[in-house]
Nanobody, 126 residues
Framework: QVQLVESGGGLVQAGGSLRLSCAAS????????MGWFRQTPGEEREFVAL????????HYADSVKGRFTIFRDNTKNTVYLQMNSLKPEDTAVYYC???????????????????WGQGTQVTVSS
């Protein structure tokens, strides 16, 4: 069992930066692939980024590549999403997710993850 709690969302102007954190509890965190997704009202949850259990492998959606960075600190049971050069279209509720299978592959569908946080709102003003 893994419990996830996101933080760090807020209101920022276009071009600004935010860092989201996702704190995990549970002994299996260090073996989980971790992902970030986002969702706007009326839309499906959209993949943003993922990081392997070791932190060595990452994958990004094309829309955020070069602007967002995902990384993790397994000593703190936390995964981060550094978001730079934010755009109004990045406005969404951001969720972190955990896959506990212990096997890494590029997982971009929400149903490929086992656990979810409650989300944190990111609003980018123009």
């Amino acid at each position: 069992q893994v419990q996830l709690v996101e933080s760090g969302g807020g209101l920022v102007q276009a071009g600004g930066s935010l860092r989201l954190s996702c704190a995990a509890s549970g002994r299996t965190f260090s073996s989980c692939t971790m992902g970030w997704f986002r969702q706007t009202p009326g839309e499906e949850r959209e993949f943003v980024a993922l990081v392997s259990w070791s932190g060595r492998m990452t994958h990004y959606a094309d829309s955020v590549k070069g602007r967002f960075t995902i990384f993790r600190d397994n000593t703190k049971n936390t995964v981060y999403l550094q978001m730079n050069s934010l755009k109004p279209e990045d406005t969404a509720v951001y969720y972190c997710a955990a896959d506990q299978s212990g096997r890494y592959y590029v997982r971009t569908r929400p149903d490929e993850y086992d656990y979810w946080g409650q989300g944190t709102q990111v609003t980018v003003s123009s």
